[in-house]
């Protein structure tokens, strides 16, 4: 906790630095930009990712997506998958396209078209052991998901997984997390799919790419140099405009950053969860009874965010129980992410709420869930999202120190994302869908993160642990149903 307090304290620092010397503040920083012939700017958030990534840490995202069998649809193959990717690569560019380093770190990296494409680099098929259930599911992404990715290609992939259960059809989708988020990921998702207007349309092999070779390194770099020069300049005009404060803006964020620091500084709930993550990771699915969530948010009058945290609370205070571990919170970090913008890269802030995972009753679990949340959501998040947006605009923390922090700091016990997507992707070559599973990764001081998924009104938990912290996943994810069921009940 004292890490991230650090960060803080050094962007208030700087801020504060700008107000000593009247520097003209940037009310609005800029969105990443094409920084040439559809090129663009990685995000700092995005470039945080990757640089976890360098460190040693796979930070991959993704989902596995069921489909129901349709036995008057054509089977799903290898073949018919890879037609639909060369159509889809054509339409969603950034399936193309790969990172490129600006020379001596003058800027953030850049996506643009990788001219040495192919999309059988990121296709594969893989037959699952009998019965081919969640089981085997389970035990094929975990020892997959956490495989880093070649940067020098484009960062996803796709797998087929042949021999499940029951005759259905799954998709396993895996990105790097400076590709996209979870919610974004979905969305990237079900554009692969079946799109009925296309049925008729022929798929062609990709034109070749009008940019033969990488982008020179001299552009690059001349890019990212006119991009430092073009904020100076916007900076310089705000400086003489009439009627506005130069620090308000800058005021602002100081008294943002100043109420977050009063939440890091307090102490942090040690548990048995805050350990540091070794080499193995555990994947663990389960389909949970979407008509309790709802029964549940109805009967305590919560939003779904509350909800799942509760459930995740209920959950945890079941097995730090059954261990016979006295635990009344864990810290836990929570991304809320934007659903609008760009379909690509990252647009989530973070808040840390301490669940109580202590003796309680269900309603008096609820409640102080809600209030930690809503709490969270009025001091944290302002100042999450705006030290966001000032470090996307040549902020004072460096993505090298983010890794540092990120690797070191034990602050949260656990992580909870959640997202809801009310349309069912379509049917993929006629098969209809049937439910996601996500896939999130585990960081170096993060042994347990939990993602929860309702699609199509379908909800699915996923959890990514590491099992010499959490060697009961399998107990963790029937719990989460369990406290679904006791919560909706009352």
Same mark, same amino acid.
């Given at each position: 906790?004292a890490?991230?307090?650090?960060?803080?304290?050094?962007?208030?620092?700087?801020?504060?630095?700008?107000?000593?010397?009247e520097?003209?503040?940037?009310?609005?920083?800029?969105?990443?930009?094409?920084?040439? $012939?559809?090129?663009?700017?990685?995000?700092?958030?995005?470039?945080?990712?990757?640089?976890?990534e360098?460190?040693?840490?796979? %930070?991959?995202?993704?989902? !596995?997506?069921?489909?129901d069998?349709?036995?008057?649809?054509?089977? @799903?193959?290898?073949?018919?998958?890879?037609?639909?990717?060369?159509a889809?690569?054509?339409?969603?560019?950034?399936?193309?396209?790969?990172?490129?380093?600006?020379? +001596?770190?003058?800027?953030?990296?850049?996506?643009?078209?990788?001219?040495a494409?192919?999309?059988?680099?990121?296709?594969?098929?893989?037959?699952?052991?009998?019965?081919?259930?969640?089981?085997?599911?389970?035990?094929?992404?975990?020892?997959?998901?956490?495989?880093?990715?070649?940067?020098?290609?484009?960062?996803?992939?796709?797998?087929?997984?042949?021999?499940?259960?029951?005759?259905?059809?799954?998709?396993? %989708?895996?990105?790097?997390?400076?590709?996209?988020?979870?919610?974004?990921?979905?969305?990237?998702?079900?554009?692969?799919f079946? $799109?009925?207007?296309?049925?008729?349309?022929?798929?062609?092999?990709?034109?070749?790419?009008?940019?033969p070779?990488?982008?020179?390194?001299?552009?690059?770099?001349?890019?990212?140099?006119?991009?430092?020069?073009?904020?100076?300049?916007?900076?310089?005009?705000?400086?003489?405009?009439?009627?506005?404060?130069?620090?308000?803006?800058?005021?602002?964020?100081?008294?943002?950053?100043t109420? +977050?620091?009063?939440?890091?500084?307090?102490?942090?709930?040690?548990?048995?969860?805050?350990?540091r993550?070794?080499?193995?990771?555990? %994947?663990?699915?389960?389909?949970?009874?979407?008509?309790?969530?709802?029964?549940?948010?109805?009967?305590?009058?919560?939003?779904?965010?509350?909800?799942?945290?509760?459930?995740?609370?209920?959950?945890?205070?079941?097995?730090?129980?059954?261990?016979g571990?006295?635990?009344?919170? !864990?810290?836990?970090? !929570?991304?809320?992410?934007?659903?609008?913008?760009?379909?690509?890269?990252?647009?989530?802030?973070?808040?840390l709420?301490?669940l109580?995972t202590?003796?309680?009753?269900?309603?008096?679990?609820?409640?102080?869930?809600?209030?930690?949340?809503?709490?969270?959501?009025?001091?944290?998040?302002?100042?999450?999202?705006?030290?966001?947006?000032? &470090?996307?605009?040549?902020?004072?923390?460096?993505?090298?120190?983010v890794?540092? @922090?990120?690797?070191?700091?034990?602050?949260?016990?656990?992580?909870?994302?959640?997202?809801? &997507?009310?349309?069912?992707?379509?049917?993929?070559?006629?098969?209809?869908?049937?439910?996601?599973?996500?896939?999130?990764?585990v960081?170096?001081?993060?042994?347990?993160?939990?993602?929860?998924?309702?699609?199509?009104?379908?909800?699915? !938990?996923?959890?990514?642990?590491?099992?010499?912290?959490?060697?009961?996943?399998?107990?963790?994810?029937?719990?989460?149903?369990?406290?679904?069921?006791?919560?909706?009940?009352?």
């Open positions: 906790m890490r991230w307090a650090t960060v803080y304290r050094r962007s208030l620092a700087v801020l504060s630095g700008w107000l000593d010397t520097r003209v503040p940037d009310p609005a920083p800029p969105v990443a930009r094409a920084v040439a $012939d559809g090129a663009t700017r990685l995000s700092a958030l995005d470039a945080s990712f990757l640089a976890l360098r460190s040693g840490y796979a %930070m991959n995202v993704g989902g !596995v997506v069921v489909f069998r349709n036995d008057a649809a054509p089977a @799903v193959t290898r073949p018919l998958l890879r037609e639909r990717l060369v889809r690569s054509q339409r969603l560019r950034r399936l193309r396209q790969r990172l490129y380093d600006v020379p +001596m770190g003058a800027g953030r990296p850049v996506w643009d078209d990788d001219p494409f192919d999309v059988d680099d990121h296709l594969t098929e893989a037959e699952l052991p009998s019965p081919g259930g969640l089981g085997q599911i389970e035990r094929y992404v975990a020892e997959h998901h956490s495989r880093p990715f070649d940067l020098d290609k484009p960062l996803w992939h796709c797998t087929l997984l042949n021999g499940v259960a029951d005759g259905r059809v799954a998709v396993y %989708m895996r990105f790097q997390h400076a590709f996209v988020d979870g919610l974004r990921g979905i969305a990237l998702g079900a554009g692969i079946d $799109d009925p207007r296309e049925a008729q349309q022929p798929v062609a092999e990709p034109v070749p790419t009008e940019r070779i990488r982008p020179r390194l001299g552009i690059l770099l001349a890019e990212a140099t006119a991009e430092e020069g073009a904020r100076v300049m916007r900076r310089a005009w705000e400086f003489t405009l009439d009627g506005i404060d130069p620090l308000s803006t800058l005021r602002r964020e100081q008294r943002l950053l109420g +977050m620091l009063g939440f890091l500084d307090s102490p942090s709930p040690h548990t048995p969860l805050n350990r993550v070794g080499p193995h990771r555990r %994947m663990t699915f389960r389909e949970l009874d979407q008509p309790a969530l709802t029964a549940t948010r109805r009967r305590y009058k919560v939003d779904l965010p509350t909800a799942v945290l509760a459930v995740v609370a209920g959950a945890l205070a079941r097995l730090f129980d059954a261990r571990q006295l635990c009344p919170a !864990v810290r836990t970090l !929570v991304p809320l992410a934007n659903s609008r913008g760009s379909v690509y890269g990252n647009d989530a802030a973070f808040v709420v301490d109580p202590g003796h309680l009753a269900h309603e008096e679990r609820v409640r102080a869930i809600a209030q930690a949340f809503a709490t969270a959501r009025a001091t944290q998040l302002p100042a999450s999202r705006a030290l966001l947006s000032r &470090w996307n605009d040549d902020g004072p923390i460096s993505n090298a120190l890794a540092e @922090v990120g690797n070191n700091d034990d602050s949260a016990g656990a992580l909870v994302s959640f997202l809801r &997507w009310p349309r069912p992707p379509p049917p993929l070559f006629g098969h209809p869908y049937r439910i996601t599973f996500p896939t999130l990764p960081g170096a001081r993060l042994g347990l993160m939990v993602g929860v998924v309702e699609i199509g009104g379908r909800l699915a !938990v996923g959890l990514a642990s590491d099992p010499a912290i959490v060697p009961e996943a399998q107990f963790l994810v029937v719990s989460m149903g369990q406290t679904l069921t006791a919560l909706a009940t009352g």
